[in-house]
C-alpha cells in the first residue's frame, strides 16, 4: 500500500508545472528625505531571474507629465528618450508612458538581468508628507507585479534672516560670475553689467536686488533690467546702468549671497566682489564741434531743398560767417590753383549739411513709420560716410563696426537711437519720441566729428 502511495505521489509531482518566479520591483527615492526645492533621483529597479524576451508594461499613478508634489527636471518622454540605447548592446522592450521603449539591462553573474530606471525631479512645497503609488508591472503572460510604497517627507529648510539687499539663490552649490564692460566710462555714458550664475534650479531664481544694495543707490547710479539670456547652462542677469558722479577705480560693489547647502544642512553666506569700475569727467568739447553743432541747430533741415541755401532771417553774425567763407574759399581757389589736395574749407568755419546728411533725411522723411525711418537713416548715412553695405544690422554688429571709427561716446549715441528704434517697433507699448529732434541731434553730432 505505502509502495503504491509513493508511485502516485511521483506521478503527481513529475505532471505538476514548475512554480514561475516572477521579477523583483523596487522604488527608492535619493536622498531619502531631501530638502523642499532640493533636487533628488526616484529610481525604479527591476530585477528578472532570467533574460526575458518581452519586458511588459509598467504602469504607476505619478508617471505623469505633471505629478503632483514634484516637477521633472527633464520631461518623461524625453528622459525615456535619452536612455535609449543603439544595437548590439542588451536591450529589453518595455511598454512604459503609453510608449514601447528599447531600455538597456545590465546581466548579473548569476544569470539575472537587471534593469534601473533613473528619474530626477525637484521637490515642490508639499501639503502633506508625500506617498507615491506602488509601480505595478504587467508581464506577457498577464500576471502583476507590485513594487513597494514610498513615503517621503520633504524637509523645509531653515533659512537665516536675510539681510537687506541679499540675494537669496537656493539649495545647493552655486557659481556666480560678474563682468562689466566698460571698466572706464566718462558721465553719460552706460555701463553693461551681466550676473551669470550656475547651478540648481537656476530656472526659478530671482532677479538680483541690485537696487537695494548701498553702492549701487540712486545718488550713485541709476539702473535698468535688461531681458536675460541662457548661456549653456548659465542664466545670465543683465542690466544697464548710468553713473550719476564721478569715481575713483574701484569695485562696483559687493554681493551678498546666501544658499542652503543640503550637505551641511545649513544656510552658507558668501560674498561676490563686482569688478572694478572708474568713473571719470567728460573732456571739454572742442570749439569747432559746438560751433558746428550751434550751427546745425539754425540750418533750416526740415525745410525742402531750396531752402538749404538761405540764410534765416535775425541772424546777423551769420551773415558776416559766409561772407568771410566766401571771401576765404575765393582766395584760396586763387592762390592754390592746380592743388586740388588742398582743403579749401576753414575747419574753423560752420560747415554746411553734407550730401551723406541730406540723402538719409530724405529717407527718413519717405519713411512711413519713423521708427523704422530712423534706423533707415542710420545705415544710409554710414554708407555713404564710411562705406558700409548692412541693411539691417544688429546692435553687436554696429558695435564691431563703429569701434574705433568714431569717439566712445558718439558710438554710445548711436547705439541709443538704434535701440529706441527697436523699442518703438517691436515693444509692447508706443514710444512717445521727438523724432526729428533726436534725428538731428544725432546728425548734429556725426557732422561736426566727421
Not at 5 to 34: D, I, K, Y
Not at 114 to 120: F, G, R, V
Request: with cysteine; proline share 12%.
Amino acid at each position: 500500500m505505502s509502495l503504491v502511495f509513493l508511485m502516485l505521489c511521483w506521478l503527481g509531482g513529475a505532471v505538476t508545472p514548475p512554480a514561475t518566479v516572477l521579477p523583483r520591483l523596487e522604488l527608492r527615492l535619493s536622498p531619502s528625505q531631501p530638502l523642499v526645492g532640493q533636487e533628488a533621483r526616484l529610481c525604479l529597479s527591476i530585477t528578472w531571474p532570467a533574460v526575458p524576451d518581452e519586458g511588459g508594461e509598467l504602469t504607476a499613478a505619478w508617471l505623469v507629465p505633471e505629478p503632483s508634489g514634484w516637477v521633472w527636471l527633464m520631461p518623461l518622454d524625453q528622459l525615456l528618450c535619452q536612455q535609449q540605447v543603439p544595437l548590439p548592446q542588451r536591450t529589453l522592450p518595455l511598454r512604459l508612458a503609453g510608449q514601447r521603449w528599447r531600455l538597456p539591462i545590465v546581466l548579473q553573474p548569476d544569470g539575472s538581468a537587471q534593469l534601473e530606471l533613473m528619474l530626477p525631479l525637484r521637490l515642490t512645497e508639499p501639503e502633506a508628507e508625500l506617498s507615491l503609488s506602488p509601480v505595478q508591472l504587467r508581464l506577457p503572460n498577464g500576471l502583476n507585479v507590485t513594487s513597494n510604497r514610498l513615503l517621503v517627507q520633504p524637509r523645509r529648510p531653515t533659512w537665516a534672516a536675510a539681510a537687506p539687499g541679499q540675494w537669496r539663490l537656493g539649495l545647493g552649490r552655486f557659481k556666480v560670475q560678474a563682468e562689466v564692460a566698460p571698466q572706464q566710462l566718462f558721465l553719460g555714458e552706460t555701463l553693461a553689467l551681466t550676473l551669470g550664475v550656475e547651478g540648481p534650479g537656476v530656472a526659478d531664481l530671482p532677479r538680483p536686488p541690485l537696487t537695494k544694495l548701498q553702492a549701487l543707490g540712486p545718488s550713485a547710479w541709476r539702473i535698468e533690467a535688461l531681458p536675460e539670456t541662457w548661456q549653456g547652462d548659465q542664466r545670465r542677469f543683465r542690466f544697464r546702468l548710468w553713473p550719476v558722479q564721478p569715481r575713483p577705480l574701484q569695485p562696483l560693489a559687493l554681493l551678498r549671497c546666501q544658499a542652503y547647502d543640503p550637505d551641511l544642512d545649513r544656510t552658507i553666506d558668501f560674498m561676490i566682489t563686482l569688478p572694478e569700475v572708474a568713473v571719470l569727467q567728460p573732456p571739454p568739447p572742442s570749439p569747432r564741434a559746438g560751433h558746428n553743432q550751434a550751427w546745425a541747430d539754425q540750418e533750416p533741415l526740415l525745410e525742402p531743398e531750396a531752402a538749404w541755401d538761405t540764410l534765416q532771417a535775425g541772424t546777423g553774425p551769420r551773415l558776416c560767417t559766409w561772407t568771410l567763407a566766401v571771401v576765404v574759399t575765393l582766395t584760396s581757389l586763387w592762390t592754390c590753383a592746380g592743388r586740388p589736395s588742398v582743403v579749401l574749407w576753414p575747419r574753423w568755419l560752420p560747415r554746411p549739411w553734407s550730401q551723406a546728411t541730406r540723402a538719409a533725411w530724405a529717407v527718413f522723411q519717405s519713411a512711413a513709420d519713423p521708427a523704422a525711418g530712423s534706423q533707415a537713416l542710420i545705415t544710409t548715412y554710414l554708407r555713404h560716410r564710411l562705406g558700409w553695405s548692412l541693411a539691417q544690422p544688429t546692435v553687436a554688429e554696429l558695435t564691431a563696426r563703429l569701434a574705433g571709427q568714431c569717439p566712445d561716446s558718439l558710438l554710445e549715441e548711436t547705439l541709443n537711437l538704434w535701440r529706441l528704434g527697436d523699442a518703438a517697433r517691436f515693444g509692447p507699448q508706443p514710444t512717445l519720441v521727438d523724432w526729428p529732434r533726436r534725428i538731428r541731434a544725432w546728425l548734429a553730432a556725426w557732422e561736426a566729428v566727421t
